[in-house]
Structures are given as C-alpha cells and as structure tokens.
C-alpha cells in the first residue's frame, strides 16, 4: 500500500515538475469534470483527452482539471479556472451549460468548450458526438448474435441522446433481424456500479442475450460475461471487464479534438463553432470486432465504412414512430440534426412506452 | 490502563469556545500528514486552502455565496438537535421547499407578473419545507417512529419528486427534452446585491442568525428548548408539551432549509434541475455541530466549512489535490469537533487496570 | 435454469450485502450505541479490501482487509463515542463522510484495475437439481455467510448469555452497570463487529458483486442497512425478511421495467424507501408505543463512581 501511494506520489510529483515559472508563455487548459476521473466511462474518456493534449503539444501547454463538479454549484469551479490564468476551458457535461455561459460573459477572452450544449456565445463553442452511428453497428451485430430474438439496452435517463442511441441501435437490429424484440431498463443514473448490474441482470434474467448500455461503469457488461451472454462497452474500449462478452465498444476519443482546438487557440485561429463529430472524423470510434464469426464481423465492418462514408445514415428517412406515422423528413434523405437532437419518440418496432 | 471520563462540573466558558479553534487545529495537522504523505508540502496547502481565498475578494464573495444555504439549514438544525431531535434530512426539506418555491416561477413564466413574485416563492419554499419537516415529527409524535430515518428516507423521496418534475411536467419545452425547467424570470430571481454573486439570500442568513439568537435568549419557547434538551423528564414535569415542541421544531428547521432551497435556486442556479444541491443538507449537520448549536458559532461554522469547499476546489486546480481529500478533511473535522466537545464536558484520566470500578 | 429462478438468484444477491451490513448495525444497536457510519466503513471495506485483493492477487486476503478496514473505522468510532462520550449522530455521520473520502484516496491507484469472477459453490448432484438446485446450492460463500450470520446473530443474541448481557446493556445501560456489567468493553465488543460486517458488505460489493472499485460504489447501501435495522424492530429474523424485501423491491423495479409496466421510474425507485417508513408505522402501531428500540440507544454512557 505504501509502495502504491508513494508511487503516485512520485507520478504526481512529476506531473507537476513542470515549473509555473514559465506559465506566463503557455497555453493553460482546464477541464471541468462531472464526475471522478476513475468512471471507467465519460469523464475518464475526457481525461484520456487532457493527456493527449499535454501529450502532443508538450511545453507548449499546462493542463488542470476539476472532477466531481456538481452541475448546480459549478459556477464557482468555472471561475476558478477562468480567473487563474487558464486560456481554453473544456465543460464536459449538458448541465455545466448556464454556468459556463454566465462565466464566458464575465471573461470574455477566455475561449470555452462547452460538451453536449445547445447554446453558444462569442467564446463559447459546442461540440458532441454523433455516438448514435455506432449504436446502429452494434444494433446490427446484435441483431446477428441474438439466438433468443431479446436484445437488452441498459439506460441512464430518457433524454434525446440517449433515446436516440436506443433508436439507432433498434434500427440497426431491425435492418438484419426484422423479428428482433428490445428491453430497456432506465435505471436513472449515469453511474451506479451496482444498480447498473441489476438492471443487466433483470434483462438477462427475462431472456436477453445480447447488451448494450449506456451508462457509464462497466457493470451490465460484466453480468452479461458471467452469465456466459454477449455485449457491448460504453464510452471505452472494456475488453478487460469481459474479454469473452465484449462484442465490440464504442469508444468516445475526444483526443484528436481537444488537441486540435488547442492548438487553434494557441495559433490564434479559434472560433465559435459547434462540432458533431462522429465515425468519420473519428470522435467516435469502435474497439476491435470481437467474439463473432467471420460473417457478422465483416457486415460490421462494411456497416462502418458505408457510415464514414456517408453512404448510410441510421436515421435515413422514412422513419416511423411507434403509432405508425411518418416523421417529418427535415434533413437531407435523413432526420435532420435537430430532429435527432431532440428525439423524444420510440420508432415504431420497440414494443415499450417512453418514460415522460 | 484504561481511559476514565468523569463529568466537568462547570465547563469553562473558555473551553468552550476555544474547543472548536482547538479541533479545527488538529483536523488540519492529520490532513496535512495526509497532504505529505500524497508527497505534496502541507505549507503550500495550507496557503491554497486557507490563506489564498481568505486573502483574496473574489474567493470571499464565493464563500459567502457558499456559506448562505448551509448556515439558513444549520441554523434550523440547531432547533432541532437542541431539543435532541435528529432531523438528518434537511437536504429533502431543502428539496420540497425549492420544488413549491420554483412552482410559482413556473407558474408565472411568461406573465408579465410583478415583482411580488420572488417573495411569494420564497414564502412557498419556507412553507414546503416546513410541511416536508413536519412529516417525521407528526410520525414522532403519534407511531414514535424514528425521526432518524423517516427524515432520511424522506430524502430520497423528495430528490426523486424533483427528478419526476424536472424530467416531465415541468421539462423545459424549448430545452430539446433535457431534464431542466425554464430559466426563471427576473421577477422570480432574488435580486443581487452589488456586482457581484452574493444575493439577498446572505442577509436572510444574517436575519436568521439574530433572530435564532433572541429566540434562544430571550423567549419561553427558547428557554423550553434548552429544557427539553437538557432534561427531557424535567421539561415534562414542568408541564412542556414534548410533542408540541417536536413539532415546532421540525417546522422550523425544515422551513429555514426550505428557505436555503428556494434562495439556492432563484439566486444562484436560476432554473429547476434534477439535482439542486451538493449535499447542502447533510453538510449543514457539520456546520450545526461545529458551530456548537449556537447561532453566532454557527455563522462562523458555515464560513469555517464553506472555506474547506472553496479551497478544496483551488487545492485541485493549482497543486492537484484530489477532492476526496476535502471529504476526508470534513469528515475528521466532524469527528475532532465532536470529540473536543466531550473534552470540554468530561475530565478524561488515564487509570492503571484495578484502579477505578 | 428458468426466468423465475433466475430472478430470484438476483435478488438473493442484491439482498445479501444489505443483510450483512444490517446484522452487524443489529448488534450494535442492541448494545446501545447507534452508529450512522455504516455506509463509510462499507466504503472503506470496498476500497481497502479490492486494493488488498489486485496487489495480493488474492481474493481472501482481499477479503480479510476489507473486513479488518470496517472493523478499524468502528475503533475509531468506538474511539470518540466510548472513549470520550461523544455525540454518537454526529460522530457516526463524521465517520461516513471521512471513510468516503479516504477510500477514494485508498482506491484512486486501483481504478481501472479488475479481477476474476469467484466462482460460485458447486455441489455435485445437488446443484443441477431441478427447480431449486442453483437458487438453494448454487450461490457464492458469501450468501451462505450471511445466512449462517443471521442465525449465528439471532442464537447469540437470544439464547446465550453474553448475549443477554448485551441486551441489558442496550436496554440500560445505568443498571447494568450497576449491576457490575462491562458496559464499555461490551459495547466496544459490538461496535468492532458492526464495523467487520459492515467491511465484509463493502468487499462483497468491490468483489463479488461488481468486481472492480469506483469512487462512491457503495451508493447509499449503509444507510439502507441502518433503515432494515429499525424496520427489524432490532430482531434477526426480520432483518433477514427485510433484507430480502429490500432486495427484490429494488430487482422487481427494473423487472417492471423491462417487463413493461408503464409507471414513472421515479415512483418505482421511491417504493423501496416509502415502504419503509409505512413498515415502521405499522410496527409500530401493531406493538404499541415501543418499537423494540434498545432504551439506551444512542445515548453516550458514562459510568458514576
């Protein structure tokens, strides 16, 4: 144990070796974190990204990061980073976007970064990722792999994001499996180890056999690997949780954008923009195609081609609700980006009502 | 050898109020060995922790943002854990009380409705943190069910309310479906006060601090609580009603948390969210404590604690300390006052074994 | 192994972390001393013994860490409110909030890090019964523990003497000390075993349940603990019903779920915790005034001379 902390100590030490005396020149970077860096999930993914950035721009930048921000008392912590000194700050969750607002007007030659938001300002900028893309490959190989006709989807809370995920994924199960039946079960937190296992259980215990989740700890993945059954890792690549259960996962990498943003501000070309990135730009990305035959893995394949492509939308129109009806096609041949932004119907095929 | 306690028979004043510096003092020396054995220098965190906010306008503007809701809630618990109630859930009063409060700005968003909307939401929050309260105690009374975990339970219920609102009825129809109200109106926003971040909430804290102090001072129903609290037989033959107090005191400790609820969200957050509060409501017991139940003490409590937080956050952004440190810290804290408050009560000697009973 | 028995192996071990910790608050209650720091010492036991586990690579050893870490924060505990007489609410929400923090310092190093399924007991023949084969012969130790625990408990409490001295104690402690009981040195007794239980709960969770540490994996489950213990009315057997209640109250919420029951989820997660505080009314109103609280809970002993 000693051994451990003192060398953590060390690491630390190091970390911080690189002396402020030369602060004055760098470019400082702070990322507001919602929840700890050891998640497993969301925020461990954005620290993944803070490492790149410290990785690939060296002396040029010092990183900081605030974890476990409450989305209500944020403000405060936003500040903080804004009024030391830091040029480029990364809020790395919906609820951080008042805040985040209400900060970037008191200091406006700070540049902001705002994830999951929908409003900007002159140094505020949006940025997401289309992580529904990769929810109709994995909706395409459970749809192959499923031998009980049940696929499963563990759900944090019914918002746009994730009902879109469960959409995309349906579809995706549907396009190779037209008889395929879903569960969700919302278990109304983004993480919570234990309760998220329980819900995995109750899918596989009422004959799912093929998981997908999106909440945040490795939990419902490893349930399904003990209960000899198949699924999918969130936000990062799990394999090591469930090496024998893990299809395939799709992996948020925020790194190639943080660094690229970075070195804009450090160019002193940065603007306000929204970004959507998604398999093509490579903010999504999907872990090595695992534990399926030859078949299923080359359709996956081809599937994520066709989507980086551009050739394949999940929601390319006509899409129909629950009831039947048609929804209103605004985007180009698919739903537009609003209309997956806010999505709030279950597409027609999902025998299930939408919590309200 | 073992340890003996023999009761003080008058407590010095002194001790009493030095007790808490004295814990403070101790708290700080164990998180500082933790500090070093993180491999970091106690002495910087100590600056970043201590000295850098309190030298420092923006980082005092903060605290007393900070310090608002947790000294209105533990001033409330005073009552309470003077009478010997232990109301352990004023996180869900605070709840109920922003949930009735935030109605009425929703109610009203969009009317040109007058400026008479702010103080009705705040009396609405003091009321639904009031009835909130009164749950446990009216359960007290009748079933003597344990207040203890009625009002704990009763947490949950009331987060779980505002999850439900926030989620569905009340979802911001503008807001793409995310879990979130509408932001309120300016007639439903407490006015600031200056430029800055502090609003009218600090000035009821203040109000509530005096107005604790003469209640406890100068009233009967104050001197009954020092009573009860002291003496639960004697207060019954003094011809008390306990069960009466136990109301009024869960009243008013769950209206003064309903009050830190709606202040919270019509100054500070400005809309309904599914979670309004980093745990405001349990922290505040530390502060009741740490302020020795007293209204003046805890003032200081709640700037005392409120400092821990805001130094926490600088502690992560300039030496990397990780925030589970700040808990560790508040939790030892706790622990110290608490065990300097027996010091000052008891005469603790080391006996041989044999000696003693 | 069908849908209904697989439910019911779940519920048996979202139950059994909850019947632990519960049983060692249960002693600890009956002794007198109400000690609101279960949910810290559960943490502790999750951080400490998953650390032990990854860097031993052993899961016993793990296991024994876990429990000497709970049993260490009772000493603590035990410290302030046996040794200086300090209010046991605030000291016992002292140790929660620290033993949170300090296993998040403990198990920081250990994010990420992950360890084998321990398999559970096979008895050849008897497992593959039919029916009741996995869900009576098919669980991991653990499950057998806290059912030897709850009879173990429920034996010493009611059938030994030792066990009637705690209770005297609990009940009065002025009397039993009169009486030339060792009120301090029992109560210490009860409230090490609580912390040992309440570790044992939190190495269940870091290694069984889940099988990795994450800050904050404990989620509430010491308060729910200390909830089945006044839901008991303090007695073995309740505890054991209550536990199991709790669990398949919290499994059936997400069977409703997935089995398409169209009720909000808030109210589903809320029944669990509603349904305690209306248990505690009928108990109450079912046995008078007095719930079988011990009569000195809570209450800081110290002894005359």
Known sequence: ?356 | MRLELTPRLDPSPLARVLAPIAAFMVAFVLAGGVVWLLGRSPLAALQVYVIGPLSDPWALQELVVKATPLALIALGLSYCFRANLWNIGAEGQYVMGAVLGGWLALATHGTDAGPWVWPAMLLLGVLGGALYGLLPAMLRVRFGVSEILVSLMLVYVAQLTLDYLVRGPWRDPKGFNFPQSVTFDPAATLPLLGAGRIHLGAVFAVLAVLATAFVLGRTLFGYRLRVTGEAPRAARFGGFDSGATTLAVFAISGGLAGLAGIVEVSGQIGQLQPTISPGYGFTAITVAFLGRLHPFGILAASLAVGLTFIGGESAQILLKLPLDLTTAFQGLLLLCVLCADALVSYRLRLVRRGGGS | MTAFEAILLTIVTASTPLLIAAMGELVAERSGVLNLGVEGMMAMGAACGFAAAVTFDSTIIGIAVGVLAGTAMAGLFALAVLGLAANQVGSGLALTIFGLGLSGLIGAPFVGARRDPVSPLAIPGLTDLPGVGRLMFGQDAFVYFSLALTVAVALFLGRSRSGLTLRAIGENHASAHALGLPVLRTRLLALLFGGACAGLAGVYLSLIYTRFWSPGMTAGRGWIALALVVFAAWRPAYALIGAYLFGTATVLQLHAQAGQIGLPAQLLSAAPYVATILALVLLSLGRGRAIGAPGSLGQPFVPER
């Open chain 1, 1 to 356: 144990m000693t051994h451990r902390l003192l060398g953590l100590a060390a690491a630390l030490a190091l970390a911080l070796g690189v002396g402020p005396a030369s602060a004055q020149q760098k470019l400082k970077v702070g990322f507001i974190y919602v929840g700890p860096v050891g998640d497993h999930g969301w925020s461990y993914q954005h620290d993944q990204g803070r490492k790149a950035i410290e990785r690939e721009l060296g002396a040029r930048v010092e990183t900081t990061f605030v974890e476990s921000v409450p989305e209500a008392d944020s403000e405060r912590a936003i500040e903080g980073l804004a009024r030391t000194g830091h040029g480029l700050i990364f809020t790395t969750s919906f609820g951080f976007m008042e805040p985040t607002l209400r900060v970037a007007r008191r200091y406006p030659n700070v540049k902001f970064e705002h994830a999951t938001g929908i409003k900007r300002a002159a140094n505020v900028a949006t940025y997401a990722a289309k992580f529904h893309e990769g929810r109709y490959i994995i909706g395409q190989i459970a749809g192959k792999m499923t031998k009980t006709g049940i696929i499963g989807y563990v759900g944090a809370f019914p918002i746009p994001e994730v009902v879109a995920g469960i959409n995309s994924y349906f579809l995706g199960a549907q396009s190779v499996n037209p008889n395929v039946k879903i569960k969700v079960v919302w278990v109304n937190s983004w993480y919570d180890p234990a309760k998220e296992a329980d819900a995995a259980k109750a899918l596989l215990d009422q004959g799912v056999d093929v998981l997908a989740q999106h909440t945040d700890s490795p939990a419902p993945l490893q349930q399904a690997e003990a209960r000899g059954k198949l699924g999918f890792g969130q936000a990062s690549d799990m394999e090591r949780f469930a090496p024998k259960a893990q299809l395939t996962a799709i992996v948020d990498d925020w790194s190639g954008y943080y660094v690229q943003r970075a070195k804009a501000v450090l160019d002193g070309t940065w603007k306000s923009e929204d970004t959507w990135g998604g398999l093509a730009s490579g903010m999504v990305k999907m872990a090595p195609y695992k534990n399926m035959p030859d078949d299923v893995k080359k359709l996956a394949e081809e599937t994520e081609a066709a989507i980086k492509a551009g050739r394949l939308n999940p929601f390319k129109c006509p899409v129909f609700k629950q009831d039947g009806s048609e929804v209103e096609c605004k985007g180009n041949g698919a739903l537009s980006d609003e209309q997956v932004l806010g999505m709030n119907f279950y597409v027609k095929g999902i025998d299930d009502r939408l919590p309200q």
